[in-house]
């Protein structure tokens, strides 16, 4: 039992085994149950194009509740997630392998170490705003010593993941509202998290690593980064307003710099997290629009170090400055660009 997920700019037709299971006549999508035959099945999907553009984006998941084979799976291991607006479920995002461990974020602001030979979980980080948080600012404002005690449990909570006893997601949930309550109270600008346009979850990306240290970012606008211990290296927050369905952009770790997105680019020393440079990409303003969705990709043009996002720019990974700007892809912003030198 399973469904296709399918979104398409024109017009679209699929067809299963040859009979006909969905047809739109104009822009639009749907989720279609697939019942389908044992060994190989056919599908095709037709899509046409809309003012000279067109793209058909198929996807397919298990319906619930389905039966697999469990032959050759070494371990499994449920993590946690969420449910985001509108209602849809967020749970992780890309995990990355690094020597004898694997690495995943988790909603809604978490980062777990995983044992790559047997799936036990040997830490688990939370990344929220009052995590971010300096001993200057702390001291500096008494609110913020009102949270400590709820983030203390929340720690202690956390810890219960690598003890096998994974906390109650209830308690831990409620500890998360109340320390994001409080941290609004302080700022309601600089901490609110914008969840009502997240479609995709605040965890939903790849960490990046070094061999030696792990590197995180949130929707949220949380950085942060950790030896493979969990002993956190540093920690920031750069939060901006947010965009119809969310940022979705993985951050890219390059050069000696961390280097994410979030209306901004900005990189930041890796092995400090302070800011290196920031630049506004090309593009449209507002909540309802966007400059780019998909990920960075980074390379060398002659000797010169380059990142490349999908807004029609290339920028040097050393400053920041715009090499090339290509008004023909100018806010596209769909595909991850290659550079191949």
């Known amino acids: 039992a399973f469904r296709l997920h399918l979104t398409h700019r024109g017009s679209a037709k699929a067809v299963l085994n040859g009979k006909p299971i969905y047809a739109c006549s104009n822009m639009g999508g749907s989720r279609i149950n697939l019942d389908l035959a044992k060994g190989w099945n056919h599908l095709l999907i037709k899509s046409a194009s809309d003012e000279g553009q067109w793209y058909a984006i198929p996807f397919i998941s ?180 947010p965009v119809e369905h969310g940022f979705t952009t993985s951050p890219l770790l390059f050069e000696g710099k961390f280097i994410v997105y979030m209306r901004e680019l900005m990189a930041f020393d890796a092995k400090t997290g302070k800011e290196v440079w920031r630049n506004s990409p090309a593009g449209k303003e507002g909540i309802y629009t966007y400059r780019f969705r998909s990920s960075f990709a980074a390379g060398y043009v002659g000797n010169v170090g380059v990142v490349m996002p999908a807004d029609g720019c290339l920028y040097k990974a050393s400053d920041g400055q715009v090499l090339l700007k290509d008004p023909r892809t100018m806010g596209a912003g769909i595909s991850t660009p290659v550079v191949d030198g």
């Open 62 to 241: 298990a319906r619930s509740k389905c039966e697999y084979d469990q032959k050759g799976i070494v371990w499994y291991l449920p993590l946690p997630g969420v449910a985001t607006y509108p209602g849809t479920s967020a749970g992780v995002g890309g995990p990355i392998i690094v020597k004898d461990r694997i690495f995943v974020e988790c909603e809604p602001d978490l980062l777990f170490c995983i044992n790559k030979a047997d799936g036990k979980i040997l830490w688990v980080k939370s990344n929220n705003y009052f995590d971010a948080l300096s001993a200057e600012e702390k001291n500096a404002n008494p609110a913020f010593k009102s949270l400590e005690a709820a983030a203390g449990k929340l720690d202690a909570l956390l810890s219960g993941y690598a003890s096998g006893k994974p906390p109650d997601a209830g308690q831990r949930a409620a500890l998360a509202k109340e320390i994001n309550e409080g941290m609004l109270k302080v700022d309601a600008k600089k901490y609110k998290t914008h969840a009502e346009y997240r479609d995709v979850g605040n965890a939903g990306f790849t960490p990046c690593s070094d061999g030696s240290f792990v590197y995180a970012w949130f929707a949220s606008g949380v950085s942060a980064c950790y030896d493979l211990e969990g002993h956190r290296k540093w920690i920031r927050a750069d939060n901006h307003d």
